[in-house]
């Protein structure tokens, strides 16, 4: 099983990126996923989670600007983010709690992370 983020970049503050984190391997059961962010010289932190019935959580610094969603069918959770602040700029990390076969328990995964830089 691989995690695999895409959709990072350079953008201005106020500006949006969607990024995406596909989820391979056949016969997958993904129970919840989430985004996570390190920025330089800071611990990683939660961004955002969503279960697999679509309940959904996420931190107080980018409630009302960030929206994560997710679409089982391919496997793939997305973060679009709205209206950027240089604090945002990290890289963003997707993780999930899958269970590889249906005789295996839930393992967690997660992908390399993408780089988000939001410049002032």
């Known amino acids: 099983v691989q995690l695999q983020a895409s959709g990072g970049g350079l953008v201005q503050a106020g500006g949006s990126l969607r990024l995406s984190c596909e989820a391979s391997?056949?016969?997958?059961?993904?129970?919840?996923m989430g985004w996570y962010r390190q920025a330089p010289g800071k611990t990683r932190e939660l961004v955002a989670t969503?279960?697999?019935?679509?309940?959904?959580n996420y931190a107080e610094a980018v409630k009302a600007r960030f929206t994560i969603s997710r679409d089982n069918a391919k496997n793939t959770v997305y973060l679009q983010m709205n209206n950027l602040k240089p604090e945002d700029t990290a890289v963003y990390y997707c993780?999930?709690?899958?269970?590889?076969?249906?005789?295996?328990?839930?393992?967690?995964?997660w992908g390399r992370g993408t780089q988000v830089t939001v410049s002032s």
């Open positions: 391997g056949r016969g997958l059961s993904i129970d919840d």
């Open positions: 969503i279960s697999s019935n679509g309940s959904t």
């Open positions: 993780e999930a709690d899958i269970r590889p076969h249906r005789i295996l328990p839930l393992y967690n995964y």
